[in-house]
């Protein structure tokens, strides 16, 4: 049983037990069975294309809700850049950050601010001699998920950092004991406002670290509506946003690369594109590159299952908005240009934690392999998904696991039939 604390999940009374869920996911983590949806947890990476193709609305992304933490004394909102792409005609961060005060929080600390930082961190990182490379991001926690899934041989290629949502948790608190010293630790809550159901994930499951300093985590569309309400009641918001054109383009696909300000960089969007682009890394295609940045979501961070706005539009408002910010408004004391701080270093690298192996031990795994393959010539390659599975190899794997019987395949019962139907008339002619 997975000790993983997913953040997607099945309204088993939704669903239609369509395939469309089976069909999308890349880890082949659904599969119909009872008419319903069945997701396994080992394999399940939280990217959240099931929620944004279910036409049914049975999957759902877990977050929480602001009124659980109306307890705390003291309310730090993280807003994540990807929010400020949500909103039409929006010139002035600080409509936002101000909104955000206006919505009951007590001080916003922006994730954009705190990328600017890993931006330059991660610069002096590559300058390193003893690093694997490319250096893989490790931002999106579906893409370090995945990794240590599916592509051990690339684990020890992701980028060691923690993430600009943990590091502006803490930087966040630390500014708020600076100027409240009467406050004490359980007193002061950080949320983050998400784009997507893997940062739920994450804070559940921290990436390189024991916990998470983020205490919550509020979905973008649940204080969307909130939020613009708030917005529209102020004219002339005070001058508080403290990021630039590098911390807002991190919403964007290829934001985090370009902030390298170096050229030898891949970026690619969308999780099926990005399980290409792992794969090429893993037989060695990309020589020369030394960073590459991937969003599990199409157009980068906008494109979360937890966004209003569609991603496109929205990253085409980020670029208006970008226009009117400085460079940077957030850079580091520089002594040596390789330097990262121990505290922004992970203290428990990733590990592969194998989900897709047949069997641990390798005579049986070869023969479970041989079994696959042949009841995989039995089907018909049609990839239909009838039979719950996503492909006719899947479903080969499922039988051979005892998930499955190969008559579920429609095409071997329609042959079945004929066969009986035949064999009945034969006997009736008699």
Request: glycine share 6%.
């Amino acid at each position: 049983m997975s000790n993983f604390k997913h953040s997607v999940f099945l309204q088993q009374e939704k669903c239609k037990g369509c395939t469309n869920c089976v069909k999308r996911c890349p880890t082949e983590a659904i599969r119909i069975q009872n008419g319903h949806s069945v997701i396994d947890e080992e394999r399940c990476i939280d990217c959240g294309e099931c929620i944004k193709h279910c036409p049914y609305k049975a999957k759902k992304a877990l977050s929480d809700k602001l009124e659980k933490y109306k307890e705390y004394k003291y309310k730090i909102a993280l807003p994540a850049p990807a929010l400020y792409g949500q909103f039409d005609n929006l010139d002035d961060i600080d409509f936002v950050v101000s909104g955000l005060l206006e919505c009951g929080f007590d001080h916003v600390f922006e994730v954009a601010k705190a990328a600017e930082i890993i931006s330059e961190y991660t610069r002096n990182y590559l300058r390193r001699t003893d690093i694997a490379k490319p250096v893989i991001s490790s931002a999106c926690p579906v893409i370090a998920r995945l990794i240590s899934k599916r592509f051990p041989y690339l684990c020890d290629n992701l980028l060691p950092i923690i993430p600009p949502i943990e590091l502006a948790a803490k930087m966040a608190k630390e500014e708020v004991k600076a100027k409240h010293p009467e406050l004490k630790d359980e007193d002061i809550c950080a949320i983050f406002i998400s784009p997507c159901p893997a940062k739920v994930s994450y804070v559940r499951n921290p990436i390189g670290i024991e916990k998470s300093a983020v205490d919550g985590v509020v979905s973008i569309s649940e204080i969307y509506f909130l939020l613009v309400s708030s917005m529209k009641k102020i004219v002339n918001p005070e001058i508080q946003s403290q990021t630039g054109l590098v911390g807002v383009s991190w919403a964007g696909s290829g934001g985090e690369a370009a902030a390298l300000f170096n050229d030898k960089y891949l970026s690619a969007d969308g999780i099926e594109n990005c399980i290409k682009v792992l794969d090429e890394i893993e037989n060695e295609n990309f020589a020369g590159l030394e960073f590459i940045e991937l969003n599990a979501c199409s157009g980068g961070c906008v494109g979360g299952a937890l966004t209003v706005e569609n991603p496109y539009i929205a990253k085409a408002r980020l670029q208006i908005l970008r226009r009117y910010l400085p460079v940077s408004q957030n850079h580091i004391e520089r002594t040596d240009p390789t330097e990262v701080p121990k505290s922004y270093i992970w203290d428990q690298p990733i590990e592969y934690s194998p989900v897709m192996q047949l069997d641990s031990d390798m005579s049986l795994a070869m023969k479970k392999m041989a079994d696959i393959q042949a009841i995989y010539e039995m089907f018909p390659h049609l990839d239909c998904g009838a039979c719950g599975a996503p492909t006719c190899r899947a479903f080969a794997e499922d039988v051979v696991k005892n998930n499955g019987d190969v008559s579920d395949c429609i095409f071997i019962m329609r042959e079945k039939i004929r066969e009986l139907y035949k064999e009945r008339e034969e006997n009736d002619g008699k």
